[in-house]
């Protein structure tokens, strides 16, 4: 490869890490995650992102509240995060005239998300999870679980690594 398309890339991977530390709520300078474009989200400053954590081709996060994200966790392609939300009462909901609302999502340390799983308001995923392809996960997620589906069921539980406290 010549110098120039190496300096190039030097130079437009240091300008995403700055964009980053600009978009995203708080991130680990030391060891940063890595989010494939395209990305998309409405604010970026709800969204707070572990070290190491990395987010395929193609995922959104509407951030209306804190998102968490934790530590080495991996999403697949097109994952969606919702926070967002609206009333279901039509009368209150009124298109885009009536109000949007929000419910915070924590998805744990060492998780994998698999590609097109849409994680919906106030959800927590625990540590260690692991959730299927296309999965939608409406309900809380306990650490070191296997959940696939629509809507998300338990597959199997996970042995929680010896070394670990929490």
């Known amino acids: 490869m010549s110098s ?26 030391n060891d940063p995650p890595f989010i494939e474009p395209p990305f998309y989200c409405d604010y970026g400053y709800n969204i707070h992102m572990g ?13 209306a509240c804190k998102v968490t994200i934790g530590n080495r966790t991996l999403f697949g392609p097109n994952v969606q995060i919702y926070s967002a939300t609206h009333p279901l009462e039509a009368h209150i909901r009124q298109g885009t005239k009536g109000p949007e609302l929000g419910k ?7 998780c994998w998300i698999g590609g097109a799983v849409v994680v919906c308001p106030g959800v927590t995923i625990g540590n260690g999870c692991v959730v299927g392809a296309g999965a939608v996960v409406t309900k809380d997620v306990e650490p070191y679980t296997v959940v696939a589906g629509n809507p998300a069921k338990v597959i199997r539980r996970l042995e929680k690594p010896r070394d670990l406290k929490n």
């Open 4 to 29: 120039t398309f190496l300096c190039y890339m030097l130079n437009f991977l240091s300008v995403l890490q700055e964009v980053l530390k600009e978009l995203l709520g708080s991130m680990d300078d």
């Open 51 to 63: 070290s190491g954590a990395y987010m395929n081709f193609g995922c959104t996060v509407l951030d």
């Open 104 to 110: 915070p999502i924590s998805i744990g340390d060492d």
